[in-house]
């Protein structure tokens, strides 16, 4: 499975963003669909998972990230508002099959104070 991820960019906060992440394969073939993000010095985390149809936020971006997908174009976003120099990171796509993990090549969001 490939992933495609963008959106990412330079924003001040209180800002918002929309990444974006178009897997190779059907979005309805995956029991899992998420984003990750991964500050410098820090481990990757979970942003949001989606499972069974319905998000898991974390608990700092919960009420300010929103996650969706377009069956159309076969995609899964990740609206994120009122974002905080904190929010700054290289944010991962991620989808589960079959019991493994894929992960997109990863989007830098930078939030300036």
């Known amino acids: 499975v490939q992933l495609q991820a963008s959106g990412g960019g330079l924003v001040q906060a209180g800002g918002s963003l929309r990444l974006s992440c178009a897997p190779s394969e059907s979005i309805y073939s995956f029991g899992v669909m998420g984003w990750y993000r991964q500050a410098p010095g820090n481990q990757r985390e979970p942003v949001v998972e989606f499972r069974s149809g319905s998000p898991d936020y974390a608990d700092s971006v919960q009420g300010r990230f929103f996650f969706s997908t377009d069956a159309a174009k076969n995609t899964v976003y990740l609206k994120m508002n009122r974002l905080r120099p904190e929010d700054t990171a290289v944010y991962y796509c991620?989808?589960?099959?079959?019991?493994?993990?894929?992960w997109g090549q990863g989007t830098l969001v930078t939030v300036s104070s």
């Open positions: 991620n989808v589960q099959l079959e019991g493994r993990n894929y």
